[in-house]
C-alpha cells in the first residue's frame, strides 16, 4: 500500500513513514517521529520530534501530538511520547512527550480519545482506555485497560485509575479509584462496581460477586483500608479476579477515593 503525503504537508526528511500512511493537507511532520504503516492524519496535525506512532492509528483536524511537557521541571535532553496500534484521537486531541531526559509518556492499543481530551507529560494509558470529551490526565498518571474517563472529568497527577473503572461525567478526581469501580461526582465517591462493563467484557457472575465482596469490604462496611484488605484476601476467588485490586489498593500512595 502506498504512502500519501498532501502537498502542503510538512514532512522532516528524517521522519519515518511506513508503507501505507496517509498524511493530510497542512500537516506538520518533526524531525525524528516514527509513524506505523496505514495511520491516517487527517489535515492540520502536528506530530513533534520524539514522538513514536504504531500501525492504524487514526488521528482527526487540529491534534497535537507529542509535544513538549508543560512541566516547569524540564530542563532538556531528549524525552518521548510512544504510542501503540488502532487508536483514534479526535479533533484538538493533545499528548504531551515526558519530562524527564529519555522517559517516555505511553498510551497503549485500541483507544478511543475524544475530542479536546489531554494526555499530560508521562502518563501510561492502558489499552482500550476511552477519554471522553474534555477528559483531562494531569502529569504521570496511569490508566488501566478498558477504563472509561468521561466526559469533562480531571485527573490529578500522580493518580491511578484502575482497569475497568467508570467515571461520571463532570468528575474530580485527587486519588486512586481502584479496579472494577465506577465513581462520580465532584467531590467524587465510589458509588457500585462496573457490573455492566464485566458483563460485556465476558467476566463470569462468579467473578462479579468476588468483586462485589470486595466494593463492600473497601466501602460499605467502615473499615479502613488496611482491615478492608484482609477480608478481600478471604474472599474465595478461585479466578484471582481480585488479584489486581489486591495489588492495587496495597500499593496506593495518594489513598483511594
Known amino acids: 500500500m502506498a504512502t500519501t503525503i498532501h502537498p502542503t504537508a510538512i514532512v522532516d526528511p528524517s521522519a519515518e513513514i511506513a508503507d501505507g500512511v496517509e498524511i493530510g493537507p497542512y500537516c506538520v511532520i518533526y524531525a525524528g517521529v516514527k509513524i506505523g504503516a496505514g495511520t491516517w492524519l487527517q489535515n492540520?496535525?502536528?506530530?513533534?520530534?520524539?514522538?513514536?506512532?504504531?500501525?492504524?492509528?487514526?488521528?482527526?483536524?487540529?491534534?497535537?501530538?507529542?509535544?513538549?511537557?508543560?512541566?516547569?521541571?524540564?530542563?532538556?535532553?531528549?524525552?518521548?511520547a510512544k504510542i501503540g496500534n488502532d487508536n483514534t484521537f479526535r479533533e484538538f486531541c493533545t499528548v504531551h512527550r515526558a519530562t524527564s531526559a529519555n522517559d517516555a509518556t505511553?498510551?497503549?492499543?485500541?483507544?478511543?480519545?475524544?475530542?479536546?481530551?489531554?494526555?499530560?507529560?508521562?502518563?501510561?494509558?492502558?489499552?482500550?482506555?476511552?477519554?471522553?470529551?474534555?477528559?483531562?490526565?494531569g502529569g504521570h498518571v496511569t490508566v488501566?485497560?478498558?477504563?472509561?474517563i468521561s466526559g469533562l472529568?480531571?485527573?490529578?497527577?500522580?493518580?491511578?485509575?484502575?482497569?475497568?473503572?467508570?467515571?461520571?461525567?463532570c468528575t474530580k478526581i485527587v486519588q486512586d479509584i481502584p479496579p472494577f469501580m465506577i465513581a462520580d461526582g465532584n467531590p467524587v465517591r465510589v458509588r457500585a462496581i462496573n457490573s455492566v462493563g464485566m458483563q460485556?467484557?465476558?467476566f463470569t457472575e462468579q467473578q462479579i460477586r468476588c468483586v462485589k465482596k470486595a466494593h463492600r469490604a473497601l466501602y460499605?462496611?467502615?473499615?479502613?483500608?488496611?482491615?478492608?484488605?484482609?477480608?478481600?484476601?478471604?474472599?474465595?476467588?478461585?479466578?484471582?479476579?481480585?488479584?489486581?485490586?489486591?495489588?492495587?489498593?496495597?500499593?496506593?500512595?495518594?489513598?483511594?477515593?
Open 200 to 202: 460485556r467484557r465476558g
Open 106 to 137: 505511553i498510551i497503549g492499543n485500541h483507544g478511543n480519545f475524544l475530542s479536546y481530551s489531554h494526555v499530560a507529560h508521562d502518563c501510561i494509558v492502558g489499552d482500550n482506555v476511552i477519554l471522553s470529551n474534555n477528559g483531562t490526565l
Open 144 to 148: 488501566g485497560d478498558y477504563a472509561i
Open 153 to 169: 472529568s480531571a485527573v490529578h497527577q500522580f493518580c491511578r485509575i484502575g482497569a475497568h473503572v467508570l467515571t461520571g461525567g
Open 220 to 257: 460499605r462496611d467502615d473499615k479502613n483500608a488496611t482491615d478492608a484488605l484482609a477480608i478481600i484476601r478471604e474472599i474465595d476467588d478461585p479466578d484471582g479476579v481480585l488479584a489486581g485490586l489486591i495489588d492495587f489498593v496495597s500499593t496506593t500512595e495518594r489513598g483511594l477515593h
Open 44 to 80: 492540520h496535525v502536528t506530530v513533534d520530534s520524539g514522538t513514536e506512532i504504531g500501525e492504524r492509528n487514526r488521528f482527526f483536524a487540529f491534534g497535537s501530538i507529542g509535544q513538549l511537557t508543560q512541566d516547569l521541571k524540564y530542563d532538556g535532553g531528549p524525552t518521548y
